[in-house]
């Protein structure tokens, strides 16, 4: 069971990672073709997302990793 966590969290955060980070670093340029939502969306809104899903994915991964998950 425990690798199965692993196997399932590991490939979750790495999508959330992906995806945040395009989101936070890339122009809207570059979005647009992905994510056609970004042109009537505010930039610092959408860099906000890309954070906050980085964030998520720290947070599958650190909390087993560092012994604080129930």
């Given at each position: 069971m425990n690798v199965a966590y692993w196997i399932v969290a590991g490939l979750?955060?790495?999508?959330y990672l992906y995806g945040g980070a395009v989101k936070a670093v890339r122009s809207r340029d570059a979005l647009r073709p992905m994510m056609a939502?970004?042109?009537g969306t505010p930039m610092p809104a959408?860099?906000?997302i890309g954070?906050?899903?980085v964030l998520g994915a720290a947070g599958l991964v650190l909390p087993p990793l560092t012994g604080v998950a129930p």
């Open positions: 979750l955060a790495a999508f939502w970004v042109d959408v860099r906000a954070v906050v899903e």
